[in-house]
């Protein structure tokens, strides 16, 4: 089945400067990659996705970027506020023919300091 | 409001017991999973179920137990075989699609054992 590494697991970044989380898998078969935040005591939420087809999307100050080849893919959270602290999990999908399935990364904690 | 609803936030086991936690949605979606998260880790699968009254095993079913009666409701058993069952559980629903679907995580369930 498919395995899911994250690195780092934590991260303490200055405000105003970029985070870097990096995710790998070994399914190439995957082709649905979100990353959602998770808030203490909470669900995780959604915050982007990337699909198979394409190698980079933006929304705002985070982006992510995917590399089929070497079956990695990357989150970037530019200018950090405190907000953004919390925990954030990558996830792997073979799509809907395999159940839709998500496979999670052991997550990273990121803490912004003011 | 749409969303997903799980009930209780927390619930307490006893050694011996088989305990209900209850997961609705009102998105309309076909599909609906149940995930376990230990402490400081990223989710598991426990069980999903892309259509009523079909639904197949994930990773951790062991000691676990779910229905699909009905489109908007997918409760998870955790019967009295499940040894270690002191756990967050969410649930998440998707729509159908034909490449990876976004999946909206409720709230979670802490379940404690007494």
């Known amino acids: 089945g498919e395995n899911v590494e994250q690195h780092p697991s934590t991260l303490s970044v200055q405000e105003g400067d970029s985070a870097v989380i990096k995710c790998t898998y070994s399914d190439s078969a995957s082709n649905y990659f979100p990353w959602y935040k998770q808030e203490l005591g909470k669900g995780p939420q959604l915050i982007i996705d990337i699909r198979s087809n394409v190698g980079e999307k933006k929304d705002q100050r985070i982006a992510v970027t995917l590399n089929k080849t070497a079956k990695h893919f990357s989150l970037h959270i530019t200018e950090t506020q405190p907000e953004d602290s919390a925990v954030y999990f990558c996830a792997a999908s073979g799509g809907w023919a395999a159940g839709n399935k998500l496979t999670f990364g052991g997550g990273t904690r990121v803490l912004v300091k003011p | 409001d749409g969303g997903i609803t799980q009930s209780p936030k927390y619930l307490f086991r006893k050694e011996g017991q088989n305990v209900t936690l209850s997961c609705e949605q009102n998105?309309?979606?076909?599909?609906m999973y149940w995930y376990r998260q230990d402490p400081g880790q990223g989710l598991r699968l426990i069980y999903y179920?892309?259509?009523?009254?079909?639904?197949q095993k994930g990773d951790i079913a062991e000691g676990y137990s779910v229905s699909r009666e009905k489109k908007e409701s997918f409760p998870l058993t955790v019967t009295s075989a499940q040894k270690n069952p002191t756990a967050f559980y969410l649930c998440a629903s998707s729509r159908p699609g034909t490449s990876g679907e976004t999946q909206y995580f409720g709230p979670g369930t802490r379940l404690l054992v007494l």
């Open positions: 179920s892309q259509i009523v009254n079909d639904f």
């Open positions: 998105l309309n979606h076909d599909a």
